[in-house]
């Protein structure tokens, strides 16, 4: 699938999900302490799901150990780290919830990207400079150039969303 067929796949489904925006209801009102809870409940849950995805062999329950401030032998020294980093990164992410501090911005993406991305990255924290690819696909990742542009377009596409439900599914 190359950027053009992406692009029109993301508006139109942006579309179809406005179209149904003015109508959608939700049976269940967003409950923002309900949300916080079940964050902070799922904590461990998440972090173990987004390294695994990121290729980290740790299993659930030495991440859980690590996260209890106990090392687990046997795995190198960056895949306890990527989970400390996320560790962290919820952390900020939750404080900032919770003092209703979070904004659909560059500057608090790049604030959680820096912790997630520490000793990962060459530039920990910033958009990319450079043309990357993705391995076992002939996808093309946007320019370099065009990031700080399609980051300010999504944002003004998912802030219309009036759904919250809808656009958090958006955002994610």
Known sequence: ????????????S??????????????????KEFALFLFKKDKID??????SLEGNPMTFPEVQTLLDG???????????????????SISLLFSILQNK??????????KLNKIVSEGESLKP??????????GGTDY????ADKLDELF??????ISKIENPVIRSFIFF
């Open 1 to 12: 699938m190359n950027r053009e067929n992406i692009d029109i796949e993301l508006n139109t």
């Open 14 to 31: 942006l579309n179809e999900i406005d179209a149904v925006n003015s109508s959608y209801h939700i049976a269940v009102k967003p409950d």
């Open 46 to 51: 998440y972090i173990y799901n987004i390294c």
């Open 70 to 88: 106990i090392t687990v032998g046997g795995h190198k020294i960056e895949d306890e780290q990527q989970v400390l980093n996320q560790n962290k």
């Open 101 to 110: 501090e979070f904004k659909l911005d560059k500057e608090t993406f790049c």
């Open 125 to 134: 924290g910033e958009f990319r400079t450079a043309q990357v690819t993705i």
């Open 140 to 143: 093309i990742p946007p320019k």
């Open 152 to 157: 300010i377009q999504g944002v003004k596409k």
